[in-house]
Structure formats: structure tokens, C-alpha cells
């Protein structure tokens, strides 16, 4: 017979956390004048579901990074993704739609 204790199981549940560094880089080739924002997901900070990786394979690329509110105003460094203006539709109860956030780690 298994012995199983449900509090343990409860306390080992995973946590998501999505973690990434964001660097600007600013150029000048010839005429043309280059300026980005890049996001790089760090996998050995990140836990459970990486929403980052899971919305940009459904979405892409553009909408994801579209969508976070803040990548503008924030300098360069390490962050945490975690979504914000979540809309929850009223008959299901799931969210439907919702932002994303940098927040400082």
C-alpha cells in the first residue's frame, strides 16, 4: 500500500517565473542608423512554464514583445516577465487576454 502525503505534494508544486536580460544596442553602419531591444530568456532562472517562449510559439515574435508595457522605459539588466492587464472573460472565467510586465530581479 502507498503512503502518500498530500501537504508534501502541495508544497513541491512548481512555481512559473520566466526570467530574462534585456540589452540595448545602438549603432551606426554607414547611413543607416541601427537601434534594439533584445530579450534574452535565462534558462537556469527561469522555473516551471516559460510564458515568454510558450506565447511566442503560439503568437510570434512581434506580438509578444509588442505587448510588454514597460521594454521602452526600463535601462538594460535582469528581469522577471509576469503578465499584467489580464481581461478574464465573464461566462468561462479563463483570461483570455492580458500584458506583460519587466519587473527588476
Given at each position: 500500500?502507498?503512503?502518500l502525503d498530500?501537504?508534501v505534494l ?6 512559473n517565473?520566466c ?8 549603432y551606426?553602419?554607414s547611413r543607416?542608423?541601427?537601434a534594439s531591444k533584445?530579450?534574452?530568456?535565462l534558462k ?9 517562449d510558450?506565447d511566442v510559439n503560439?503568437g510570434?515574435v512581434e506580438?509578444?514583445l ?9 535601462k538594460?539588466g535582469i528581469?522577471?516577465?509576469v503578465?499584467?492587464?489580464?481581461h478574464?472573460d465573464?461566462?468561462?472565467?479563463i ?6 510586465k519587466?519587473?527588476?530581479?
Open positions: 500500500m502507498l503512503n498530500i501537504t502541495k508544497n513541491e508544486e512548481k512555481e517565473k526570467v530574462v536580460k534585456l540589452t540595448t544596442t545602438i551606426k553602419r543607416t542608423y541601427h533584445n530579450l534574452t530568456s537556469k532562472q527561469c522555473k516551471g512554464y516559460n510564458i515568454l510558450e503560439d510570434g506580438d509578444v509588442s505587448r510588454i508595457i514597460n521594454l521602452y522605459d526600463v538594460d528581469y522577471e516577465l503578465t499584467c492587464n489580464e478574464t465573464f461566462e468561462t472565467g483570461i483570455g487576454e492580458y500584458d506583460y519587466l519587473i527588476p530581479v
